[in-house]
């Protein structure tokens, strides 16, 4: 069965401070990996995706990577902001279309200065 | 929200009546994606629409029922046969339905049974 885990389930940091959240998946054949902010209330909001091949890949102040040998992605968060509260969300397709895509249950950051 | 509007906001319903949300994309997308999002887990589809007048079931499409009438629009009706209707519901489209398309989400529809 394929799962996405990620981990840590909360995490609270300080305001200007880099984190780093994790996301470890068993989904196969892979085609791809992305990663989700979501804002409470909101829809999720693509931050970056990364093929097989690919193994960083950056959107301003984030940065994720992948190693598709161990099945594990990080996302790091360089100098955070207060608007980065959200919940973080790994997002895993395999081949074969939008109706193979397994959704890890998020990671809740929240930022406090 | 990238161009998908969905509403209404909040929504509370009866125990046995049906109920439908309403997804509008002005994106020119060809899939629509409709998906449940319950608290500690991950989203789960439940229909997907690949092109006008045409849906496939996703994991949980028991007690829901769809239409794509129009390319613009994939109304989502809960059916009294929903046994757990309470949820967030995340409506979704993509250029097509290749996984390295990127989805745009709407802003969501909470759901209340009352």
């Known amino acids: 069965k394929n799962q996405v885990e990620q981990s840590p389930q909360s995490l609270i940091i300080l305001e200007g401070k880099n984190c780093t959240l994790q996301?470890?998946?068993?989904?196969?054949?892979?085609?791809?990996l992305r990663w989700y902010k979501q804002d409470t209330g909101r829809g999720p909001v693509s931050l970056t995706i990364?093929?097989?091949?690919?193994n960083t890949k950056s959107n301003g102040r984030y940065t994720a990577t992948l190693d598709a040998d161990t099945k594990q992605s990080s996302l790091h968060i360089t100098a955070s902001q207060l608007s980065d509260s959200a919940s973080y969300i790994c997002?895993?397709?395999?081949?074969?279309?939008?109706?193979?895509?397994?959704f890890g249950t998020g990671t809740k950051l929240q930022v406090i200065p | 929200d990238g161009g998908i509007t969905q509403s209404p906001k909040y929504l509370f319903r009866k125990e046995g009546q049906n109920v439908t949300l309403s997804c509008e994309q002005n994106?020119?997308?060809?899939?629509m994606y409709w998906y449940r999002q319950d608290p500690g887990q991950g989203l789960r589809l439940i229909y997907y629409?690949?092109?006008?007048?045409?849906?496939q079931k996703g994991d949980i499409a028991e007690g829901y029922s769809v239409s794509r009438e129009k390319k613009e629009s994939f109304p989502l009706t809960v059916t009294s046969a929903q046994k757990n209707p309470t949820a967030f519901y995340l409506c979704?489209?993509?250029?097509?339905?290749?996984?390295?398309?990127?989805?745009?989400f709407g802003p969501g529809t909470r759901l209340t049974v009352l």
């Open positions: 629409s690949q092109i006008v007048n045409d849906f």
């Open positions: 996301c470890n998946y068993t989904v196969s054949p892979f085609s791809n």
């Open positions: 979704a489209s993509s250029i097509d339905s290749r996984s390295l398309d990127t989805q745009y």
């Open positions: 997002v895993v397709s395999a081949r074969g279309g939008y109706q193979k895509v397994t």
């Open positions: 990364m093929t097989f091949s690919e």
């Open positions: 994106l020119n997308h060809d899939a």
